[in-house]
C-alpha cells in the first residue's frame, strides 16, 4: 500500500476509486462491513434510482445523461454528514467536479490493478460494461493506460493484482486505524 498524500480525518467517508474489474465494489463491500458503515456503491444506486441498468442508460439515454447521474450523486453524497463507503463506476472519477468534492470530503483508495491481471477478469466484465463493448483489446488498454494518472490523484494507492479481495480489504481497514 501505498500512502500518497497527507490525511487528516478518521470521520471522512472513504471512497474506492479505479478500472473496471479493479474490485471497488467488491472490496468496498467487506470494507463496510468491517468498519460498520454504510456502503453505497454508486451504479447500483443509479440503477436502484432509475430502474434501469448501467448498460441500458447508455444504450438508451446515452452516456451523457449517465455521467450527470453519477456526477450528481457522488456530489450530494460527499456532502452527506453520515460518513459512508463510497465505490465508484470506473470512469466517474474522470470528471473534475467528482474528484474535487471526493478529494476535500473523503479518503479515497486508488484500487489498482494491473493490465496483466485486470486482462484474466475480462470474462466477468464484458456483458455488463457498456464502456468494454465494440473495442479491441489494445483500445481497452489504452484507456486503462489513459485513465492511470488522473486514479492516482488519490490519498492510497492499494494493488489488487496479486490479491484477493479479503486481504485487500484487510489492508485497508490496518492503514486506516493506523492513520
Ligand atoms: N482482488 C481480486 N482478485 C480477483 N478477482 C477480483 C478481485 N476483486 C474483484 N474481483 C472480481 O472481479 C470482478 C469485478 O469486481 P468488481 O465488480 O468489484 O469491480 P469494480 O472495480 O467495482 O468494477 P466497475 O468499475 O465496473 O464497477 C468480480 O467478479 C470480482 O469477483
Ligand atoms: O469505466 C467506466 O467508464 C464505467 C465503469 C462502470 O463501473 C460503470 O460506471 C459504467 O459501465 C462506466
Ligand atoms: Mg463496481
Request: charged content about 25%; overall charge negative; aromatic content about 8%.
Amino acid at each position: 500500500m501505498t500512502e500518497n498524500i497527507d490525511i487528516s480525518s478518521h470521520d471522512k467517508h472513504i471512497v474506492f476509486i479505479g478500472f473496471m474489474g479493479a474490485g471497488k465494489t467488491t472490496i468496498g463491500q467487506l470494507v463496510a462491513k468491517k468498519l460498520h458503515r454504510d456502503f453505497i456503491d454508486i451504479d447500483h444506486e443509479i440503477e436502484r434510482i432509475h430502474q434501469m441498468p448501467v448498460s441500458a442508460i447508455f444504450q438508451e439515454l446515452g452516456e451523457a445523461s449517465f455521467r450527470k447521474m453519477e456526477r450528481e450523486l457522488i456530489v450530494a453524497l460527499c456532502s452527506e454528514t453520515r460518513s459512508k463507503i463510497l465505490s465508484l463506476g470506473g470512469g466517474a472519477y474522470m470528471q473534475e467536479e467528482v474528484r474535487k468534492a471526493c478529494l476535500a470530503n473523503c479518503i479515497v483508495f486508488f484500487i489498482d490493478v494491473s493490465w496483466d491481471s485486470w486482462k484474466e477478469r475480462i470474462p466477468l466484465l464484458i456483458d455488463t460494461r457498456p464502456i468494454l463493448q465494440n473495442k479491441t483489446l489494445d483500445q481497452i488498454e489504452e484507456l486503462f493506460l489513459s485513465r492511470q494518472s488522473t486514479y492516482a490523484m488519490s490519498h492510497y494507492t492499494i494493488s489488487s493484482s496479486d490479491m484477493d479481495a479479503e486481504t485487500a480489504a484487510n489492508q485497508i481497514v490496518e492503514s486506516l486505524k493506523q492513520a
